[in-house]
T-cell receptor, first 115, second 111 residues
Framework: DTAVSQTPKYLVTQMGNDKSIKCEQN?????MYWYKQDSKKFLKIMFS???????INETVPNRFSPKSPDKAHLNLHINSLELGDSAVYFC??????????????FGPGTRLTVL | DAKTTQPPSMDCAEGRAANLPCNHS???????VYWYRQIHSQGPQYIIH???NNETNEMASLIITEDRKSSTLILPHATLRDTAVYYC????????????FGKGTLLTVNP
């Protein structure tokens, strides 16, 4: 069984388009994240949601809008895509921080290419 | 979260122990040391974490110096599948939710 899944795995699109990436976890975790890994391989946090509430927003352009319909899902919608948005986007989940053991489980990533 | 310093790359022969160092000289008393790795084209994977005692699990061992300013991740019998970028991260357990990744160490296990 896949713990953290993302769709699609690859996404190729034109500049200016709007696209969404979906993430689902079946681990029963309370907290979900979006990370971005750019072409230089730096992995950076973008957002974090805890029980459907936004708790981290790391200076991400407002063209990026995360949505958490329930605890098990955290989707990422990107408006007006730019060349610089090309990257691999990773979703992750963990148990509620503060409960102690908050290892993060990562999805397989979505490679977004903006042409 | 405290800053960490890792060598950019290391090589290891298959079947031998891989010892990956991490310097975290500014670590605070309530900060843990976490290790994750990222195999090419995959999401990061948790390996192990510790506070001040040495830790061991089915994947690796973590040795933390007595002054906690550095640590070593040990893969006892490296295999080709252990080739990956290994990240040492220091953070307060349960705090701030996010992981701050540095550049990590690219470990290449050679046949």
């Amino acid at each position: 069984d896949t713990a953290v899944s993302q769709t699609p795995k690859y996404l190729v699109t034109q500049m200016g388009n709007d696209k969404s990436i979906k993430c689902e976890q079946n681990l029963g975790h309370d907290t979900m994240y979006w990370y971005k890994q750019d072409s230089k391989k730096f992995l950076k946090i973008m957002f974090s949601y805890n029980n459907k509430e936004l708790i981290i927003n790391e200076t991400v352009p407002n063209r990026f809008s995360p949505k958490s319909p329930d605890k098990a899902h955290l989707n990422l919608h990107i408006n007006s895509l730019e060349l610089g948005d090309s990257a691999v986007y990773f979703c992750a989940s963990s148990q509620l921080a503060g409960s102690g053991y908050n290892e993060q489980f990562f999805g397989p990533g979505t490679r977004l290419t903006v042409l | 979260d405290a800053k960490t310093t890792q060598p950019p790359s290391m090589d290891c022969a298959e079947g031998r122990a891989a010892n990956l160092p991490c310097n975290h000289s500014t670590i605070s008393g309530n900060e843990y040391v976490y290790w994750y790795r990222q195999i090419h084209s995959q999401g990061p994977q948790y390996i192990i974490h510790g506070l001040k005692n040495n830790e061991t699990n089915e994947m690796a061992s973590l040795i933390i110096t007595e002054d906690r300013k550095s640590s070593t991740l040990i893969l006892p019998h490296a295999t080709l599948r252990d080739t990956a970028v290994y990240y040492c991260i220091v953070r307060v357990r349960g705090s701030n939710y996010k992981l701050t990744f540095g550049k990590g160490t690219l470990l290449t296990v050679n046949p």
